[in-house]
């Protein structure tokens, strides 16, 4: 089978009735790691969460396509069982449900009903990736996210898509709140997960996850839009010069340019 | 042509037939209760020829049911009569007894004379004083001093399909420094949806630093209009525990009061409702505070479907002289149907000032950002729904002393999820 591909065409999202994604085109496809960084409140998150299908936000315009099949016409529950994932932003607490019974649910909801998966390899299978992720094995008997401290959160969403094993995973800012051996830990995961049927879009504020994650392609979201991209070296540029720079050299001309 | 009525039972002693006619009199005397939320009137419960009594039919009772392993001894009713009653070795060895309320009035004459009825009394209302009335049969466990039993004793009361009227009592007697776990399923055939009116109650003295546990899984058939009454009267340092889930029955009038009369009582209560179709609850829990340094924790957690409807009060009742007592009461609801009805109502009557005493209710419905995350997953929504329904009422479900008895609400709160999914409405 060909590696997967999201095509994601001159997208335009409202929520609560303001346009926040204004024409945005990317596409990833598997084998390949994409960084989208850009200042807060561009639509980075509004971005992934449309791609999952989040009910908060109405698509005006544009196209979403997983191996040229349309996205916005699926659930989100049959998105993810087509292979896209997002770890979020900021995960939800679900009260009342493991983190275990959760990931075995969401396991089986993937497999033949009369098939689902055994109890011992699902054990050990979770045991390992919480390993590689230096999770305690305490977690997975906790209530999914309740309690969790910012960084057992975003291990959680890391562990979950170690298990679930996308197609095309959407990270939206794995790496905030992490302390530096965190980030390490959790970036290690993301890498060793990498492979030609496996394609990446990170969200970052940061270049630290990019230096182990490294990326084959940087965009530059600004006010809904894909700005500016390059190679690695884009996001190190912006790290040394900061959003002012992309401020000052490219709004006038996307603002200037006729719509 | 129906049967005579029966004033008294033949061979009764004086004392109990005395009562048996007393609440007869309350009975022909009290209305149909007037119960804010629940129309009893427009029920017809006047219409369910209830006043004769039902007889056993014990080949009715599933045989699943007629043995319980795992527990110090079990009762098995049928139409309010016990048809067995078995004791295993240690309990017995222990002085523990385990009786039929008809031998007990034989042989525990005094015990009978002095608890039963002693703490729900006959004039509580029309239904309390018919179960006065007209009770045939129940269960009499006395508990010696300081005997604790690891393993509860069971009670089944099965609902046949030709009973009208079931009226069975449990009297549960605990001595000082004694523990026991009593638990009472009310049950039938689920595809039975005749009328019955069963009205049952149950009594626990606590002696003092006892510790009695009652745990009441009600799944009565789909045609009961049930009224349940427990109380129980915690003596000094006494605990009592209920946990008690409603599933069944077209309409359950229930509730658990207990009076901490001595310093240093406490209860705790946990409370399971999963309403679906055009189901009724009505329920409410109460708790008298009168001795000092005394504690309770109240919880309830519903689950509303289809059309259903429940109330829950819960009062705290802390009196005059109660020092240094602690109350607290949590409702939570979660509503499945826009369809459904629930009223928490929560409240605290405070005659002492040196108390804590808190209440909090909350009712909404599933929570969708949940089922995002959840759906985000790969999981359907009705089954997204499914994962948030048990985990919601788990940590009550787990209050249950019994993991037989858990197995078993957990069963009922599947079927449950697989009745509104078949109706299509998750
Ligand atoms: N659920 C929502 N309700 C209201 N406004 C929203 C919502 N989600 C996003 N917005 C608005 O849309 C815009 C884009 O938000 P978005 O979360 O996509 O930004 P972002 O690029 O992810 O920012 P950050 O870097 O801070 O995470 C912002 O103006 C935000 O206030
Ligand atoms: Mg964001």
Redesign the interface.
Known sequence: MAGPELAISDLQVAVDGKLVLKGLTLTVRGGEVHAVMGPNGTGKSTLAQTI????RYQVTGGSITLDGRDVLAM???A???AGL??A?QY???????TTA???R??LN??RDAKDPVRLKEFRDELDHAMDVLSIDHGFANR?LNEGFSGGEKKRNEIL?MLL?KPRIAVLDEIDSGLDIDAVRIVAEGVDASRGPELGLLLITHYQRILNYVTPDRVHIVYDGRVVMSGGPELAETLESRGYEWVREELVPAVEGSPA | MSRPELLTLPDEPTLLADRRRAARELYEALPVPTRPRTPLKARRLEAIPYREPASANPNEVPAALRSAPESAGHVVLSNGHVVSCEMKEPARRAGVKLLSLADAAQQEANLIAKHLGSLVAADTDRYTAANAAFWRDGVLLVVPRGVALAEPVTIVHWVGAAAAGIFPRTLIVADADSSIAVVETYLGDPADSHRVLVSATTEVVAGPASHVSVSALQQLPPGAEAFLRRRGRAQHDARIDWATAEFGAALSVAGHHTDLAESGASTTSHTVTFGSAAQHFDYDAEVVHIGPHTTSDMRARGVMSGRSRSIFTGLSEIRQGARRTDARQKEETLMLSPDARADAIPSLLIDDNDVFAAHAASAGPVDELALYYLASRGIPRADAIDLLVRGFLGPVVERIALPAVQDRIWQAIESKLQEERGRGTL
């Open positions: 999952m299908g989040h009910p659930k989100t529950d998105r993810a069982r994932f997002l979020m995960p939800n607490e679900v009260s009342g449900v019974n959760f990931l649910t969401a909801a993937r209530y979950q679930l």
